[in-house]
């Protein structure tokens, strides 16, 4: 036996481990450890395949859509691409709230989704499934106007008149959460909505007027200075 083949049986005595492993019992491992790994993956990418033919596919013609609007069901038969403020004013004929810019910029068409003030021409109809809708409408189903409609009224808080559902739907959204706003805190409320006919004073003194504070505690120079 040479040298190098002494020294080699010298060094694999010294470490048992390494005496013990054939290179076929190596690459053996080597092919367990490489088809665990392709098996999980494979694993993985039917899981997300199945996943994916669970989802629903919707339209692109007409489907069921049913909307809980103002305390009712409805059942409509609209395109996915259909938004709630389209479904609410040409397939329920709820026509109060309003459609301006089209794209969230002026409040027009503001309804409540749970509660919450949102822009109706952002949100599709087919989404709105399953959520509580309230529009102007539903604030007064019986006739009789809100603290914040005779508010609106009482102070002259409109003009054209186009704008204000959206408005009074942001102020009653806000009264709801905060019963006792201040006037920052109402303009904020009211920051995404838009008025042409240049109102915000009035608005935000009817908000506050709403809100039970005295007329006299709202100068016309303390809300001025809207937005």
């Not at 822009?119 to 006739?143: F, R, V």
């Not at 915000?200 to 504070?213: C, D, F, W």
Request: proline share 6%.
């Amino acid at each position: 036996m040479d040298w190098f083949a002494t020294n080699r049986t010298m060094k694999e005595s010294d470490n048992p481990s390494v005496s013990q492993l054939s290179r076929r019992e190596f690459f053996k491992g080597l092919g367990t450890t490489a088809l665990a790994a392709a098996t999980s993956q494979a694993q993985s990418v039917a899981q997300e395949l199945r996943k994916l033919q669970a989802e629903k596919v919707f339209g692109p013609g007409a489907v069921p859509v049913t909307l809980h609007v103002n305390g009712k069901i409805h059942r409509l038969e609209v395109e996915p691409r259909v938004t709630l403020l389209d479904a609410l004013r040409n397939h329920l004929g709820l026509t109060g709230s309003k459609e301006g810019c089209d794209r969230a910029s002026c409040g027009a068409c503001t309804v409540w989704l749970d509660g919450r003030a949102i822009y109706a021409c952002q949100k599709l109809a087919i989404d709105s499934q399953g959520h509580e809708i309230t529009t102007i409408e539903g604030l007064a189903p019986n006739g009789q106007l809100t603290p914040v409609q005779r508010a609106f009224v009482d102070r002259d808080a409109l003009q054209c008149g186009y704008c204000t559902p959206g408005f009074v739907m942001s102020v009653s959204a806000l009264l709801r959460k905060k019963p006792q706003p201040t006037p920052e805190e109402v303009i904020h409320a009211c920051a995404g909505n838009i008025c042409r006919c240049g109102t915000h004073p009035r608005i935000v003194e009817a908000a506050l007027i709403a809100a039970g504070r005295p007329a006299a505690s709202t100068p016309r120079t303390e809300v001025i200075s809207y937005g």
